[in-house]
């Protein structure tokens, strides 16, 4: 530093330190707050697909079912679940949830959840499974319903889903 350069008092620089430190320790809390809030209220978010995952791509537009949160259809799309149908849901804006729609109970296919509901139910037998973690919550099915990681695109209008179950 030259002789005419004057360099800011230690006070100063450490209250900009405690500020940036501050901003910076601010910012990682609401981010850690709203991971966890979104890990409890919809799930693990999944990874981000790569061109080493074998993944299939739905086109969102062509169901208007799925426009709004909450929305949800059982679909088949081939290659995904053995050509089983499956369950997708919208979660929130921009992301959403693809379940087997294959009860594990006894192989009935599952209703479409309300909007709102917490539950995907299967009409046989009434089997309820949590939206969260596809596991079943009566005691009937042996297992959760298989989930898909599913990866809405930067516009919204598809989703690359995984073609293996988590
Ligand atoms: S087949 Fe689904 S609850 Fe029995």
Known sequence: MSANETSPPNHVV????????GSLFACGLLLAIA????????GPRP??????RESVRIDVTAYPELS??????VMLVQGLNGDSPVVLIRVSEVRMRLFSAICTHGGNVVDPPE????????PRHGEEYDIV???PRRGLGSRPL?????????DGRALDVSTTPR
């Open 14 to 21: 450490c209250r900009r330190t405690a500020i940036r430190t």
């Open 35 to 42: 991971q966890a809030c979104e890990s409890e209220e919809l």
């Open 47 to 52: 990874p981000a697909m790569n061109e080493n």
């Open 68 to 73: 709004a949160i909450g929305g949800s259809v």
């Open 115 to 122: 909007p709102g509901a917490s539950t995907i139910r299967c």
């Open 133 to 135: 973690t596809g596991s």
């Open 146 to 154: 298989d989930e898909f990681d599913a990866v809405l695109s930067d």
